[in-house]
Structure formats: C-alpha cells, structure tokens
C-alpha cells in the first residue's frame, strides 16, 4: 500500500518498504529523538491487539516464498541485540500483489506479493528487504516515532494507527512546522534503519550492494516526474543513494572481510549495481539536442545498455520485465556502455525537428538494461526547452 501523504502536493515517489519513515535528506548528522523507556510496552500491546486482525490478512511464507523464510532466519540469527528475546519473530507474506514491505513491533514482518515475487529466488534481494524491517523492530522506531510525535503535540491524546505512519492521527495539529519536524524525523528512522539493516547484511553473508540494486528496482517501478516535499515521510531513492554512500562502503568493507570467497556466501555474487545521475540537457551550437547521462557501474562484468525513451513508447516498464530488444525507434535511442571509468557519461544527440508543426517525441526516462534486457534502474529527464 502506498502510504498518503498530508503535504499539499504528492512527495518524491515511494515504494514504502517499512512500517515506519525516516532520515535527514540534507546531511549525514542525527536527530536527537526520544529515547523508548525501558517501562514503555505501548507498541508491543498495541501489536497484540492487532495482530489477529494481520494474521487473517496474511500467509506464513512457504511454497514459493519458503526463500524469504530462510533468508529470514540467517538473518535473526545474527541479531546481537539481547532484549530481542521478547519479540516473536515471524515472517508472513500478504496476498494483494503490492510493492510493499512492513513490520509489526511485535516481531512480525509482513510482505506483501508484489515485492515477495519481485525478490523470487534472490536471496540477496531477500536480505535487504527483510533486514530493514528487521532493523525496524530491533531499533524499536514505531515507538520512537510514536513518543517523538507526542512531543510534538499540544494537549491532545494520540490516535495510534499502526502500519499507516504516513497518515496523522484524527487529533493531529495541523502544523506545518510540526509537520516538517515529524516528516524529518521520520526519514532518519528510514535511513538509519537502512544503516543497520546493511550491517546486518554483511555478517549474514549477504552482500550489501543488494540493498542499492532494490532500491533501484523500486524506483524503475515509478512513472511521471517527482517533486521532494518537506512533508514526506519517505526518503526520494535518489536521496537515499546519496544518504546511504558511506554506509554502502562500510557494510562493503565489513562484508569483504567476513567473507573473502564472495561466490560461497549465502547471498552469492553481488549483483550489478548502476549508480545513475540526474540527465542534463543542453543545446549544441549546431542546434541540436545533448541529453548526458553520468553513471558509476558497481560488479559489472561485460555491458550494459542504455535506453533513452519517449513519452509515447510503450507505457511503465516495471524492473521484472523486459524492454523490447530491437533497435532504437523512434521512440528509443540506445547505446551500449562497459562503464568503465569511475564516472562514465553516456550522451545522446538529438536533432531538431525541421517540420516545426508537428512535435517530436518528448523524451522522458533512460533505462539502464543488463544483458537479458532486464531493467536496473531508471532516471528522469528533465523537459527539453522550447
């Protein structure tokens, strides 16, 4: 389900992929948030209460999700925490085809069809579905958020809504400041919990750069252009990227320590990972078109493709499915890349249209394919000026 937001206008695109938000998008510092009480269970009864209503709602994860399940239980091994103890850990898999992902502060993580078949047999992208939300519980963050919103109310009770942090409780202050404040707040918990689900990764034996590779997958999913709000309660995947860079090369380092045979960890080899910039255009000084795209290439062996396309090709391609292989039409252009430079920047040259009474295509997004035409990730371009 994709959480509303109360902002005036939609935020930066968001898969939501925990129950709650969180993380600063304008730098690497912390809030201070409150602190859970060791005396406060409110989440946990809280869970209790609704947990027949979620366990009707959802399925244990056998049959063709018995791989989440297993990936699931490497990774609570590897938990340090011991106050994790109480939680009941389980992992169950909800039937409505959604993109989605959430947990429950008793333990319990929910994931829904349409992310579960979207990860299929990859244990890697598994990982980094699950840690995240294993990362929510452990850090306790429906109670963070809860205490933090409290504080940022004025003589009203609180509506707890689990499972929908995006939405204000029936007696939320219509603040903007207020607003801002829990938006921010709520973005941190996001990327902190990215943070420690990346660690986690590593000592499970699950290469960290499936984390990027999801999140990547996830934004190919999204259409039309998307604007940052204050109010979001989720990070942009850009943002994300940009949030999450030393983090991906820390877990990286940890993982290539405890696992120099990256071939035999339960994760297997990393996947291709391509880190693409925000498209520039410019106007040439024979009057045509430069749309340059920056890339930085993580494990590629070989080439991948880049597909610049037109509003009026074929409608969203999804990250599980395949671009036609034929040559550029003209509603695709395509160029062939090693991206073998720490920075390689792909252009395509567009020329003007002589006939000014008919308009050409409007070029709207660049895929990046591997081999077998599967879609790594996506960038917008910005709209070419008359």
């Known amino acids: ?104 502060p008793d333990g319990t993580i929910y994931v829904e069809t349409g992310l579960a078949q979207l990860a299929g047999p990859s244990t890697g992208l598994w990982a980094a579905i699950l840690s995240h939300e294993i990362a929510h519980v452990v850090r306790r963050d429906w109670a963070r958020r809860y205490l933090y919103q409290k504080s940022l109310e004025s003589g009203s009770a609180v509506s707890i809504v689990l499972g929908d942090p995006g939405l204000p409780s029936a007696s939320w202050a219509d603040s903007q400041t207020a607003s801002g404040k829990l938006a921010l707040f709520c973005r941190q918990l996001e990327v902190e919990a990215d943070r420690e689900g990346l660690m986690l990764m590593a000592r499970a034996g699950y290469h960290p750069d499936f984390v990027p590779a ?44 405890r696992w120099p045979e990256w071939y035999a960890t339960p994760g297997g080899n990393p996947p291709v990972v391509i880190f693409a910039e925000p498209p520039t255009v410019r106007r040439t000084a024979s009057r045509e078109w430069e749309i340059e795209i920056p890339m930085h290439c993580e494990n590629l062996v070989g080439a991948v493709e880049v597909v610049l396309r037109a509003s009026a090709a074929t409608d969203n ?32 040259t567009l020329a003007e249209s002589l006939d000014r009474s008919k308009p050409g ?26």
């Not at 003209?330 to 991206?339: A, F, M, P, S, V």
């Not at 295509?361 to 008359?386: F, N, Q």
């Open 317 to 348: 391609v999804t990250g599980s499915e395949r671009l036609n292989n034929q040559p550029g039409s003209d509603y695709e252009l395509r160029q062939l890349t090693g991206c073998t430079s720490l920075r390689t920047t792909i252009t395509f």
């Open 1 to 104: 389900m994709e959480h509303t937001d109360f902002s005036p206008r939609r935020p930066c695109y968001t898969l939501a992929v925990c129950l709650l938000g969180a993380l600063s998008a304008f730098g690497q510092q912390t809030l201070d948030g409150p602190r859970v009480p060791s005396n406060f269970n409110l989440d946990l009864t809280t869970a209790a209460r609704l947990r027949p209503q979620l366990i009707a709602q959802s399925v244990a994860a056998t049959g063709r999700y018995a791989m989440g399940r297993l990936v699931f239980d490497r990774l609570i091994e590897q938990i340090r925490n011991p106050s994790t103890r109480k939680f009941a850990w389980e992992l169950r898999i909800v039937d409505d085809d959604q993109l989605n992902a959430y947990s429950s």
């Open 214 to 257: 999801l999140h990547h997958l996830l934004h190919a999913q999204s259409s039309g252009k998307t604007a940052t709000s204050l109010y979001a309660m989720h990070p942009c995947w850009e943002q994300r990227d940009r949030e999450l860079s030393r983090a991906y090369s820390a877990a990286g380092i940890d993982f290539e320590h």
């Open 361 to 386: 295509p409007r070029w709207t997004d660049v895929y990046v394919l591997d081999p077998l035409g599967a879609v790594l990730t996506r960038a917008e371009v910005p709209k070419l000026p008359h």
